[in-house]
């Protein structure tokens, strides 16, 4: 991984101001000589600027996305614990680490942090801009933001806007971290029992009841402790604890439910949708519970020029990574 340092003050939308942020990024491959092959690939919650990495099957060597024939470039959200400022930076004022203070951030601001690493790497054109979830919130406002330099868009289990069963996802998620003794904590580990707890809440809006049903069911009807399911959710949690932070966590999550394209646009969501004009497909999962078909199909209805594929998965809302051959078979065909 790179490191940009942007030495310029970084307004963000609520007005807040950081004296100069870093963005942690990965390229993968190289432009050509038109400099028309760039692959933006937008993360989400708790992955990272590498896509070969956390979408493999879609992204890397001998997948789709092959750094042979594209430019593939991600970089880490701001707010991320993976080389992009954040809660766990230090704060030029202080001379330690933010934590609790580091301020509230949005999808938007994020994007403008992608901007300005898209001018630093002498990026002019984005051949594909492409997220899954909350990296699907991201391709959608920088598809607003800078309508004339994207050519297409891939967007999977994603949203123009957080719902309100999204919100209280997230809202219960941060409860458990607050109930955190440590929680508040100026250390590195502040919360991370309530991180254990609020990842397993996220797990079962991830997956649904037919895949614990299938996979985490207990053969021994005998057993009255120690099940399957618990031991996976005990397992899920401790693998995010061991490397990802709970500050960064309450604020990703906070920065999700601000997610509205239609804010500081006129407020209506339909009106700037089909303002978006590039090629879009759109990829909805029959099973995905936390970013239902209802709301890709509301995008679909909605955006001009928008090809809406629905696909089955036992995944859930999962399927978006897990899923990589269908969903190379759409995009194969889309690009």
Not at 278 to 295: A, Y
Request: glycine share 10%; with cysteine.
């Amino acid at each position: 991984m790179q490191i940009f340092e942007y030495k310029q003050d970084f307004k963000l939308e609520n007005g807040s101001v950081l004296k100069g942020i870093e963005i942690g990024y990965q390229v993968h491959g190289s432009m050509n000589a038109a400099k028309d092959n760039v692959v933006w690939v937008c993360h989400a919650l708790t992955a990272n600027a590498d896509a070969a990495d956390w979408w493999k099957g879609l992204v890397g060597n001998g997948s789709l996305i092959n750094p042979d024939e594209y430019c593939i470039v991600g970089a880490n959200i701001l707010g991320s614990c993976y080389g992009s400022t954040g809660p766990l930076s230090t704060n030029p004022a202080t001379g330690e680490p933010y934590y609790s203070s580091f301020p509230s951030v949005t999808i938007r601001d994020m994007v403008e942090a992608h901007i300005l690493l898209r001018k630093y790497l002498g990026i002019a054109k984005i051949h594909l801009l492409m997220g899954g979830s909350m990296g699907g919130y991201q391709v959608l406002e920088w598809a607003v933001m800078e309508k004339e330099l994207i050519e297409k868009v891939f967007l999977i289990a994603t949203s123009p806007s957080e719902s309100a069963w999204g919100v209280a996802v997230h809202t219960a998620q941060r409860l458990a971290i607050e109930a955190d003794g440590t929680w508040l904590d100026r250390s590195p580990s502040a919360g991370a029992k309530g991180l254990k707890a609020a990842r397993a809440i996220g797990m079962l809006t991830y997956r649904n009841y037919g895949t614990f049903q299938e996979k985490q069911t207990d053969p021994d009807p005998e057993k009255i402790d120690n099940f399957k399911a618990s031991s996976y959710l005990n397992y899920q949690g401790d693998k995010l604890v061991n490397r990802f932070n709970a500050y960064s966590y309450w604020l990703l999550t906070k920065a999700m439910d601000s997610h509205h394209l239609g804010r500081g646009r006129g407020g209506d969501l339909i009106k700037v949708l089909e303002s978006i004009s590039q090629p879009m497909l759109i990829i909805g999962i029959h099973s995905d519970i936390l970013c239902p078909l209802d709301e890709q199909r509301f995008m679909a209805a909605h955006l001009p020029n928008a090809h809406l594929v629905e696909i089955d998965s036992a995944y859930g809302h999962d399927g978006f990574i897990i899923e990589t051959a269908q969903i190379t078979e759409h995009l194969k065909e889309f690009i």
